[in-house]
């Protein structure tokens, strides 16, 4: 079977959409750390569609910590089909990315990249382990083993906070404008959070040029929203088969796409606006919609499914115990906390029950369920904060933050192992160990971790409804469980 790559597009047509730009005229503009999987089914799709027009905005991915999405696509000229599964299936042969570098090996390419004039936006999708911060607060975690090479070294940096750092303080040196830099990243204020992040790491470099960051890099926050699971080997097979091509590396998606832009980009940017994104002023209440509506659901119904032995989340939300019980977190405890004049809340919850439940994309419990200790403090503690301060119920969203307790123990309903994936799972094994059966000693082991829970671990009333509902858990199961909280 004949290799993606430039020569096979012709062959593509009738199948495919697939570029109808010149890419031998396409420039590097934006350089983005952290190329996986979602980015490649969003920012690239939309960069893509702008090319025609403007061709100077192309895209050089970075990969901070593997090789292997560069080694996937370099043979392909970095090509690579988007399927959209609906109804139907539509694929797309993405060209927007024009090469993609391995950090780890070429980070002297890279910075040599991000420091060139045309480079006006770097983007970042890094995942919320990728800041090197406290979750809790936002603020950058100046112990962060990665944090701490990157000041002794701040010439070869592995982080992204560090990549941007030293690749700014090359561009004041030679007397370039600052790029600005994009989170697409799900962190509450990305771009605000950002900011803090890069500007404190600037300062512990150097006082007077943490105060330039400060003062001359935008950074806009965004919000950013489609689902995207995992390549696995079956879709490469469905790939080969629908287009009589091999992509090593193709992308699954949904039909939704959905991205919010703060409008702030004083180097410039693209014409996002004519390809269906929302530039706006105020990023926040789109971005607490989809982070509390979305997101919260999304981890809740993967924790509690996966402990219910269910794969996929279509799965869960298939079942009309899972369905009513996250329709009601939604309904009940996570619109009360937002204010959107005008945005009909009730409709966004129906259509996200419906993205759920599409059984084309096969999007699994586990690999939602994973960072979890990075994920919980804007998806549902946030939430929970505003809904006691409120007196409102939590009982729903407690039992979202009690299935991710009672997940990291490691053992699973059926008494098979869970591989924990996590920056601080040895941290999660020890907590679980020394508590074994016991619900109190396990929840206060695990609020006892600060930079995830901070203030809530104080909290009687979180910490009583956390304990109820892992002894619940433990004795009945998840799905028992759900159907007692609906």
């Not at 090509?79 to 990315?97: F, M």
């Not at 962060?144 to 906070?161: E, F, K, N, Y």
């Not at 400060?214 to 629908?242: E, Q, Y």
């Not at 996200?352 to 403090?377: C, S, V, Y």
Request: charged residues 20%; hydrophobic residues 45%.
């Amino acid at each position: 079977m004949q290799r993606l790559s430039t020569a096979s597009l012709p062959a593509l047509a009738d199948l495919a959409a697939v570029p109808t730009y010149d890419r031998s005229k396409v420039r590097p503009g934006i350089v983005h750390l952290g190329i996986g999987a979602f980015h490649r089914a969003h920012m690239a799709a939309y960069v893509d569609r702008l090319l025609g027009t403007t061709p100077e905005w192309g895209i050089v991915g970075a990969s901070l910590r593997r090789p292997d999405t560069s080694n996937a696509l370099a043979p392909q000229d970095f090509l690579y089909v988007l399927a959209v599964r609906g109804e139907t299936t539509e694929y797309q042969v993405i060209g927007s990315v024009l090469d993609i570098l391995d950090a780890t090996s070429e980070h002297e390419k890279l910075l040599e990249i991000m420091t060139l004039p045309a480079i006006r936006i770097v983007s970042l999708t890094v995942t919320e382990k990728g800041y090197c911060h406290d979750p809790a607060t936002g603020a950058l975690d100046e112990t962060h083993a990665d944090i701490v090479h990157d000041l002794a070294t701040p010439r070869a940096p592995v982080s992204a906070p560090g990549f941007l750092v030293e690749a700014l303080w090359r561009r004041r040196q030679a007397g370039i404008a600052p790029f600005t830099v994009m989170s697409c990243d799900n962190l509450p204020s990305n771009g605000v959070t950002t900011a803090r992040i890069v500007s404190r790491l600037a300062a512990l470099r150097d006082a007077e040029f943490g105060a330039w960051v400060a003062a001359n890099v935008a950074f806009p926050s965004t919000m950013v929203d489609r689902i995207v699971p995992a390549t696995t080997d079956a879709d490469r097979d469905a790939i080969g088969a629908a287009l009589g091509i091999e992509d090593a590396w193709p992308i699954m998606t949904e039909p939704f796409t959905q991205w919010v832009i703060e409008d702030r980009f004083p180097s410039g940017r693209p014409a996002f606006e004519t390809v269906g994104a929302q530039l706006v002023t105020d990023v926040e209440p789109f971005e607490k919609m989809k982070l509390r509506m979305l997101n919260g659901a999304h981890s809740s119904l993967a924790y509690l499914g996966y402990l219910a032995g269910k794969q996929y989340v279509s799965e869960v939300v298939a079942d009309p115990v899972f369905r009513d019980f996250v329709h009601a977190l939604m309904t009940e405890e996570a619109m009360p906390t937002l204010d959107m004049p005008g945005t009909d809340l009730g409709a966004y919850r129906d259509q996200l029950l419906q993205r759920f439940a599409n059984p084309e994309l096969g999007h699994r419990t586990w690999q939602i369920a994973m960072d979890g200790t990075q994920k919980l403090p804007q998806r549902l503690l946030g939430t929970i904060r505003d809904r006691l301060a409120s007196g409102g119920s939590i009982d729903r969203l407690a039992l979202g933050v009690a299935a991710w307790m009672r997940y990291v123990t490691g053992v699973d309903e059926s008494g098979g192992v869970i591989e924990v994936k996590d920056p601080l799972s040895a941290r999660l094994r020890t907590i679980a160990d020394g508590a074994g059966r016991d619900a109190g000693r396990l929840v206060d082991g695990l609020l006892g971790v600060g930079e995830v829970f901070g203030d809530l671990a104080g909290n009687a009333v979180f910490r009583d409804s956390l304990v109820a509902h892992v002894e619940r858990l433990w004795a009945v199961g998840a799905r028992e469980t759900v159907a007692g909280a609906r």
